[in-house]
C-alpha cells in the first residue's frame, strides 16, 4: 500500500496518539508508548541498521524524484502525515539521508576512539606488569646477595618477635597484671 492511499484511513482512525495498525495492513495495535516494537519484536541497531535505513531514504529520494511534480507532491504530502503521525505514537523516524550520515559518522568517531582507548589502556598495563617484574627481580637478587654475605634479615623480619599477637598475648601496649587486672 502506498503512502497516498493510505493517507485517509490512518486520518480516520487517529485517536489521541494511538492508530491501528491495520489501517497499513497489519495486526498490531501501535500506541504511543511503543507497544508496536514489543508485537513485532526487537529492532535492530547497530551500524548494519543504520547503513539499511541510509539506503532505504536514498532509495526513496530517487524514487520521488523520478515522479512529476504533480505526483511526487501528493506521495510527499502522504508521506509527511505518515511521519507525523508515527512520531505522534512516540516512533522515533529516521528518515533524512544526512542525519543519518551524521549518526554513521559519530558512530565510527566513537569505535574508533575507544579502540585507541582500549589500545591504551593495554599498554599502560603491559609496562606496569614489566616495571613490577623488574622491581621483583632487582628485590630478589639483592636478599639473594645478602644471603650469600651472612648478612642479617631484613628489619621487618627482626622486630616480628617483640610484636604483641592478634590474641592480645605479649606486649604490645601493656596491659594485663601491669594495669591490676
Known amino acids: 500500500a502506498s503512502a497516498a492511499s493510505l493517507l485517509p484511513t490512518l486520518q480516520e482512525n487517529l485517536e489521541f496518539g494511538l492508530f491501528s495498525e491495520k489501517a497499513r495492513g497489519g495486526a498490531a495495535e501501535v500506541g504511543a508508548d511503543g507497544g508496536e516494537a514489543a508485537v513485532k519484536g526487537k529492532k535492530k541497531t547497530g551500524k ?3 547503513e539499511t535505513l541510509l ?6 529520494e530517487e524514487r520521488l524524484k523520478q515522479l512529476d511534480e504533480a505526483e511526487r507532491k501528493k506521495v510527499k504530502e502522504a508521506e509527511d502525515w505518515e511521519t507525523s503521525l508515527r512520531r505522534a505514537a512516540g516512533e522515533k523516524v529516521r528518515d533524512d539521508p544526512t542525519l543519518i550520515k551524521k549518526a554513521l559518522k559519530r558512530r565510527e568517531a566513537k569505535k574508533a576512539a575507544s579502540t585507541k582507548a582500549w589500545a591504551a589502556r593495554t599498554a599502560a598495563m603491559e609496562e ?7 622491581v621483583f627481580q632487582s628485590s630478589a637478587k639483592e636478599k639473594k646477595k645478602a644471603k650469600k654475605r651472612g648478612a642479617p634479615k ?13 590474641g592480645g598475648e605479649g606486649g604490645g601496649r601493656g596491659g594485663g597484671e601491669a594495669r591490676g587486672g
Do not use: F, I, T
Not at 55 to 60: G, Y
Not at 128 to 134: T, Y
Open 48 to 50: 548494519k541498521a543504520l
Open 55 to 60: 539506503k532505504q531514504a536514498k532509495a526513496n
Open 128 to 134: 606496569a606488569k614489566a616495571e613490577g617484574k623488574k
Open 154 to 166: 631484613d628489619k621487618k623480619d627482626k622486630d616480628k618477635g617483640d610484636k604483641a599477637g592478634r
